[in-house]
Structure formats: structure tokens, C-alpha cells
């Protein structure tokens, strides 16, 4: 594994304490709400929307707080977010890109700035990594659904363009404008998937020695922190043996 899925899997191992999952929700919910407030309120038609659904369930957000984000879109009042993506170096010359839903662009910008300086990065122009990554819609499963072969071969049947599967799930990667396809035809055959998003896929992963890792995963760790940052992505690989340390 590599990037942003072995980062992620260190976290969900990590579990998660009141005070991060109440923030989680947060930005769950901040998400519903502008999905559903740049379409229509009906998962079924918003294909945002229903990919802020699904990643809110897969982290058990209560049914209420997800009908109440809804609701906030259609009430017409409450904030107004702001879509932003930031991008920059972290340690080892690691691309990083940040995406993240602010009220006020000038605290978050200079959030994110500071955040960078201080974990031994720094903050770039917007496109001076995004070339080094594909922005690919990702569908994601458990590992428990379908064994390897059977999700490789439903994957590509359905149209997608490459499988990764691992202990920790099923990860099929497919264009963006094949996204809701893709992803409907295999929920028919194994159910929801716990995750259907557009995302920032490295086009290759650089190897870090443990000490710029853990650096740099403790700047991921500060940037998904922030309270306006939804997604962070970066280009990179580090040791088994850092894993299971950042896991501890």
C-alpha cells in the first residue's frame, strides 16, 4: 500500500475519540450540506450528494445528523462554503494536495501555509503538484465482500480502469464521467460500497525512509486536523514497520 490509503489505514486502526469523530461529523456534514445545495436534494439524483451520504455511513454517522445537513442546504440559510484546493511539498519533496470547504479563504489559506512551515513543507501555487496525480472517481469495498479475482473481474466488466485489493478492501478506480456507473452496477452485485468519490490518485509513490515518514505523516495528520479540510493526498510510501509505530 501506498499514499493516502496506508495513511488512512493507520487512522482507522488508531480508532477514533469522541473529540475526533464529533469533528469528523463536521466536515461530513459540511459536505452533505454543499452537495446538496449545488443539486438536488435527492441522493438518488446528486451523485455528490450520494457519495457524501456513503462516506458519512461508512463512519456511522447517525441517520438524523445526515437528514439535518440535508435540510440545511434546503433552508437556504447557514454558511456559505467555498470549494479550495490547496497544493505543496511536504518532507522528501512528497507532492501534497489539499481540498477543503472554508467560509473564509484568507484564515484557511494562511492555516494550511503555517500547518506546511511548520511540519517541514511549504505551501506552492495551485498546479504546482496536481500534474503529478490523476483526479479519478474511486469506489471502494470491504475486503469481505468478493475475493480478489471475482472484484477484479466484475470491476473491469462493469468499465472500470484499474482494481486494488488489499486486506484492507477493494479500491476500483474508473473515469470521472464513469464514476456513477461504475458504481451502480456493482453495488448491484455486492451491495453499497462504503465509499464512491472523486479523487487525487499519484501517478507514482516515492519511498521515504522512516524518519521523513513519519514527518510527513505527522503534516497529513495536522492538515486533516483543520477544521475546513475535507481530503488530503499525497505521493508516497513508507515502511511496514512505521505503519504499525504510527498505528500504536
Partial sequence: MAGH?????????????DAVR???????AREITVSAKLGLPDPDMNPRLRAAILAARAENMPKDNIERAIKKAQGG????????RYEGYGPGGIAVI??????????????VRSVFSKNGGNLA????????????????????????????EAALDAGADDVVSSEGGHEI????????????????????PRKAALVW?????????DLEGERLLRLIESLEDHDDVQHVYANFEVSDALVAKMSA
Fill in 5 to 17: 490509503s496506508q495513511f488512512k489505514n493507520i487512522m482507522h486502526r488508531k480508532g477514533r475519540q
Fill in 77 to 84: 440559510d447557514g454558511e456559505n462554503y467555498d470549494e479550495v
Fill in 22 to 28: 464529533s469533528k469528523l461529523f463536521g466536515k461530513l
Fill in 173 to 192: 478506480y474508473v473515469s470521472q464521467d464513469r464514476l456513477g456507473e461504475v458504481a451502480k452496477a456493482l453495488e448491484t452485485k455486492f451491495g453499497e
Fill in 201 to 209: 490518485k499519484p501517478q507514482t509513490t516515492l519511498p521515504l525512509q
Fill in 125 to 152: 501555487e495551485t498546479g504546482a503538484v496536481s500534474f503529478m496525480f490523476d483526479h479519478v472517481g474511486l469506489v471502494e469495498f470491504a475486503p469481505e465482500v468478493a475475493d480478489a479475482e471475482t472484484m477484479f
Fill in 98 to 111: 489539499v481540498e477543503a470547504l472554508t467560509d473564509n479563504r484568507n484564515r484557511t489559506a494562511s492555516d
